[in-house]
């Protein structure tokens, strides 16, 4: 069954610097996906992307946060100058219609130190 | 606005039947989506269901839905310790023209063996 990946699964960086997300939808998909889940806590949207542009996002996603669809099969978020309260996993996910679910990536934990 | 609840933990022994419930607040809702966390890993779409459906039945999973009172269930027959894992029951309200999930915090099931 077709799946999305993310990698890496983990990643450490320190306070400041600047990360990349990676994920690949599930390769028919239309609609691309983040959230994330700090430790403990609720899973939470971050941002919906359609059509090679964002159509939604949180009050999360504020300007340290953006995301790219590069080459038609990646996803990227990056976060630009990480905080320590930017720690959680981060999941991708993929949806093929509106009329269908969203599929989720095993995500990628990063650590801020 | 909206939110979805769910109550924090389940306890079962093996071979009993699970009920973890979920209450929601967006009658707009089109989908409810179980998803299914087990530690470290991602999040696993175990099942959905229409609104416009009082029951879906896939294997051991049973989904109940009663839309007038906004409540969600979701029954594992003949729970395996292999079940033990977060169940996370989310919305869709696609009423509102988007198609970002909203989770509860998660319901923790241990299987006592």
């Known amino acids: 069954e077709p799946e999305v990946t993310q990698t890496p699964s983990h990643q450490v960086t320190q306070m400041g610097q600047e990360v990349i997300l990676r994920c690949v939808p599930i390769?028919?998909?239309?609609?691309f996906y983040w959230y994330r889940q700090i430790l403990g806590q609720k899973v939470e949207f971050l941002v919906s992307?359609?059509?090679?542009?964002?159509?939604?996002k949180s009050e999360i996603f504020d300007d340290q946060f953006s995301v790219e669809r590069p080459d038609g099969s990646n996803f990227t978020l990056k976060i630009r100058s990480t905080k320590l309260e930017d720690s959680a996993m981060y999941f991708c996910?993929?949806?093929?219609?509106?009329?269908?679910?969203?599929?989720f990536g095993n995500g990628t934990r990063l650590t801020v130190t | 606005g909206e939110d979805v609840e769910q109550s924090l933990f389940l306890s079962v022994r093996e071979g009993d039947s699970s009920v973890i419930n979920c209450t929601y607040t967006d009658s707009s809702s089109t989908y409810l989506y179980w998803y299914k966390q087990e530690p470290g890993a991602g999040l696993q779409l175990l099942t959905y269901i229409f609104s416009n459906m009082d029951m879906k039945q896939d294997q051991r999973l049973t989904v109940l839905l009663n839309k007038k009172d906004k409540h969600l269930s979701l029954r594992i027959a003949d729970t395996q310790t292999g079940d033990s894992a977060i169940y996370f029951c989310?919305?869709?309200?696609?009423?509102?023209?988007?198609?970002?999930?909203?989770f509860g915090k998660g319901t923790k099931l241990s299987v006592i063996p």
């Open positions: 992307f359609y059509n090679n542009e964002i159509s939604e």
């Open positions: 996910a993929s949806m093929g219609t509106g009329a269908s679910p969203l599929h």
């Open positions: 989310a919305e869709n309200p696609s009423g509102a023209g988007s198609y970002q999930l909203t």
């Open positions: 390769s028919n998909h239309l609609y």
